[in-house]
């Protein structure tokens, strides 16, 4: 869906720019002006599609997306939840394994299951701010990210008595705000290294599949235990999945941590 939205924001915007050069170019008596007008206008579009929805671009402030490799480490990180009964079903199998992992919550979805992310935090989990609404930032104020961040961070912080430090953005999608309104609330930024698109529900192979065709040292791995605000959202196959995402990644020699413990494993 992504590439979709940059495809067709960068198809609209480059026939606008070269419309508006055309008619610049009519209206000039300068003759290389419409060009390099149009060709500015291309380069800005492209890096501002880039800024906004490539999750791992600097242009809008620096994120850490992926550890170094030379530990053999992997954060497994689970997005959009909570989301009863997988949330929980999650927590069990990650129990069974000795692993904990981060989560990035929801507020809203919080709200309707306060008791998950307070088991979360007991099973020694992570927590991290997922914003409030699910909404994407870029349209949004300062005022509004700010708003979306700290109802969240309170929520947590009222149900299990610590802050997040970590904050993503959904669909890793920011405006030129973000980054710093993220560390004016006390947490670091971060995106991931690796999504397999398990909201889209391909099956459970699939989704296998997809993750261990691109898991390496120091990836972030996105998985889903919910999907935006969608109440029931059904994610059982990742659920089906996840053990032996476990298992065969242990395999390979894989130590899994939580995204906190990647970032301050990072050699200096
Ligand atoms: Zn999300």
Redesign the pocket.
């Known amino acids: 869906m992504i590439l979709k939205i940059a495809a067709a924001i960068t198809l609209v915007s480059t026939l606008l720019s070269f419309t508006a050069g055309e008619i610049l170019a009519r209206v000039s008596s300068h003759r290389g002006f419409h060009l390099w007008f149009f060709l500015f206008l291309i380069f800005f579009e492209a890096l501002l599609v880039l800024a906004v929805f490539e999750r791992r671009s600097p242009i809008f402030g620096t994120i850490f997306w992926k550890g170094k490799a030379g530990k053999n480490l992997i954060a497994l990180t689970f997005?959009?939840g909570p989301n009863e009964p997988f949330t929980s079903q999650v927590i069990d199998i990650l129990k069974g394994q000795k692993i904990r992992a981060t989560f990035?919550i929801?507020g809203q979805n919080a709200e309707r299951f306060p008791g998950s992310i307070r088991q979360l935090f007991d099973e020694g989990h992570e927590l991290g701010n997922?914003t409030w609404t699910?909404e994407v930032l870029p349209l949004k104020t300062p005022a509004q990210i700010r708003d979306e961040l700290t109802r969240t961070s309170d929520l947590i912080e009222k149900s299990t008595g610590s802050r997040p430090t970590l904050f993503?953005s959904?669909?890793g999608w920011r405006n030129p705000w973000v980054n710093r309104v993220v560390r004016e609330c006390g947490m670091v930024p971060v995106a991931w290294t690796l999504g397999v698109w398990d909201t889209d529900r391909p099956g459970e192979e699939e989704i296998l599949r997809r993750t261990l065709d691109g898991a390496r040292d120091g990836c972030v791995l996105l998985l889903?235990d919910g999907r935006?605000l969608e109440e029931g959202a059904d994610s059982s196959q990742l659920v089906r999945a996840l053990p032996k995402i476990i298992d065969e990644l242990r395999h390979r020699g894989f130590e899994f941590v939580t995204l906190s413990e990647m970032i301050g494993a990072e050699p200096k």
Do not use: A
Request: proline residues 9%; hydrophobic residues 20%; glycine residues 10%.
């Open positions: 997005d959009d990035f929801v997922h699910h993503r959904p669909h889903h935006g």
